[in-house]
């Protein structure tokens, strides 16, 4: 188990902070709507958003509660979410560099934590769900949506290759069950889970995160070894690939 992947989450994203503030993909309106309305939060609520990248779910949630405690590790991310505040002219929002590993707050202080595409970073899952657990109040919800792999071995190891190739600073992706699996053994209850499908779109996916050229060839190598079946899953050409989220709401 990692001790700490803070280097590569700094090399990673803070040389393409800029790309995650302008990405379709995190500022989905779509996908930012049926958030809030799966959450439902109301006007007394203090939020927690980790992993708050350039901002987009902090911004989305301020308008609909008290206050935003928004976090992340990468300093230049950070610079970029405050930019994004100051555009929407928002006052609610309290950014802070912080480690979902070890946070920073006293016990049963948040009514919501909201985690969108950051899991698949954290170096010990374990941990940082026991520390969302123990800052929410009772009956306090978590809300996740993250990149997933489907609930099987081929995938899982196929998959999550990929993404390394393509991203160093991630650690893993969970399946829906196996997310099922950690919520619950850190106490929580989950009351909806479910796995969308999606399509990465290239050359953006491979460009938001510089990926080198030899390590686009070797991905596409990988995905043309790929079973049968896994791609009719994981369709692919040289204009997307398949991928699989995974949408989750837990309380406490």
């Known amino acids: 188990m990692k001790m700490d992947n803070k280097e590569d989450l700094t090399k ?13 993909v995190f500022s989905d309106k779509e996908d930012l709507d049926r958030m809030i309305n799966i959450v439902g939060p109301s006007e007394s609520d203090i939020a927690l958003d980790i992993a708050t990248g350039a901002g987009h779910t902090a911004v989305k949630l301020s308008k609909r509660v008290k206050e935003v405690v928004a976090i992340d590790v990468v300093e230049n991310m950070l610079n970029q979410a405050k930019l994004l505040i100051k555009e929407n002219k928002i006052e609610n929002i309290n950014l802070m560099n912080m480690d979902v590993h070890s946070l ?9 934590a909201t985690c969108r595409f950051a899991p698949h970073h954290f170096y010990n899952i374990e941990v940082a769900i026991k520390e969302v657990y123990r800052v929410l109040k009772k009956g306090g919800k978590l809300y996740i949506l993250d990149c997933s792999v489907l609930n099987l071995e081929e995938a899982k190891a196929t998959i999550n290759n990929i993404e390394k190739l393509r991203d160093p600073s991630h650690v893993n992706s969970y399946s829906l069950e196996e997310w099922q699996d950690i919520l619950k053994n850190g106490g929580f209850k989950v009351l909806y889970a479910k796995n969308l499908k999606r399509q990465y779109i290239l050359p953006d996916w491979f460009d938001r995160m510089n990926t080198p050229a030899k390590n686009r060839d070797k991905i596409f190598n990988i995905l043309r070894g790929m079973s049968e079946n896994l791609k009719r899953l994981y369709s692919f050409d040289e204009r997307y690939i398949t991928t699989y989220y995974v949408e989750l709401l837990a309380v406490k």
Do not use: L, Q
């Not at 990673?12 to 379709?24: L, R, V, W």
């Not at 920073?104 to 919501?112: L, N, T």
């Open 12 to 24: 990673s994203f803070g040389e393409n902070a800029h790309s995650y503030k302008i990405s379709n």
């Open 104 to 112: 920073g707050f006293k016990d049963d202080y948040f009514d919501i």
